[in-house]
Nanobody
Framework: QVQLVESGGGLVQPGGSLRLSCAASGIVFSSNTMGWYRQAPGKERELVASITSGGSTSYSDSVKGRFTISRDFAKNTVDLQMNSLKPEDTAVYYC?????????????WGQGTQVTVSS
């Protein structure tokens, strides 16, 4: 029922740009906080950016000013525009959806898409 499908990953040179997209289905998209996480080899999965149902955004310090998260309520998609990419941004990027209703929290994950920043 619930699906989060990421796309847009690939190989890019340092200083370049990529745009990731996450297509959501099976959820009340407008009621979910959406997030992008990433995980590099040997590292913990970390939150990169998030956007609430009201449009409030937050970013990790390492990407602030370079990445922009946005959502399209009509298309049920969440994008991550990544500019000025650095080798340290290399990771698998995951889309996340989360909603809390009373005492219940519902959370879903995409399969991930590889981003490699290298010359």
């Amino acid at each position: 029922q619930v699906q989060l499908v990421e796309s847009g990953g690939g190989l890019v040179q340092p200083g370049g740009s990529l745009r990731l997209s996450c297509a959501a289905s099976g959820i009340v998209f407008s009621s979910n906080t959406m997030g992008w996480y990433r995980q590099a080899p040997g590292k913990e999965r970390e939150l990169v950016a998030s956007i609430t149902s009201g449009g409030s955004t937050s970013y990790s310090d390492s990407v602030k000013g370079r990445f922009t998260i946005s959502r399209d309520f009509a298309k049920n998609t969440v994008d991550l525009q990544m500019n000025s990419l650095k080798p340290e941004d290399t990771a698998v990027y995951y889309c996340n959806a989360r909603r809390t209703i009373g005492s219940r929290t519902y959370e879903y994950w995409g399969q991930g898409t590889q981003v490699t920043v290298s010359s």
